[in-house]
């Protein structure tokens, strides 16, 4: 069974910075991509940020020139940097991976972590 393990976020004042760490075990042969989704209540899940294993990155356009996504693709780890944080970031944030196991391309999702941007 394949699992995401998240930590990080928390609570930031405007304009400061905080980081997401996310890692998955299991039986993965491939990950595919890894990255985050960003949910509110009342809201639908959406895309953040996602790098490749080839280490492309695509980022939301909210949060092009603040947030940073990188991997460490041996360990299946993906962090995610944010900076100038506004209010509108504060959201239960998701890792997510595509990865290939057995023959099947498959998602998995992390348990979410919040962040929270407030004065």
């Known amino acids: 069974q394949v699992r995401l393990v998240e930590s990080g976020g928390g609570l930031s004042q405007p304009g400061g910075s905080l980081a997401l760490s996310c890692v998955a075990s299991?039986?993965?042969?491939?990950?595919?991509?890894m990255g985050w989704y960003r949910q509110t209540p009342g809201k639908q899940r959406e895309l953040v940020a996602k790098?490749?294993?080839?280490?492309?990155?695509t980022y939301a356009d909210s949060v092009k020139g603040r947030f940073s996504i990188s991997t460490i693709n041996i360990d299946n780890r993906v962090f995610l940097q944010m900076n100038s944080l506004k209010p509108e970031d504060t959201a239960v944030y998701y890792c997510?991976?595509?990865?290939?196991?057995?023959?099947?391309?498959?998602?998995?999702w992390g348990q979410g972590t919040q962040v929270t941007v407030s004065s």
């Open positions: 997510f991976a595509n990865y290939r196991a057995k023959g099947t391309i498959s998602d998995v």
């Open positions: 299991g039986d993965i042969a491939f990950v595919n991509y």
């Open positions: 790098v490749s294993g080839g280490e492309v990155a």
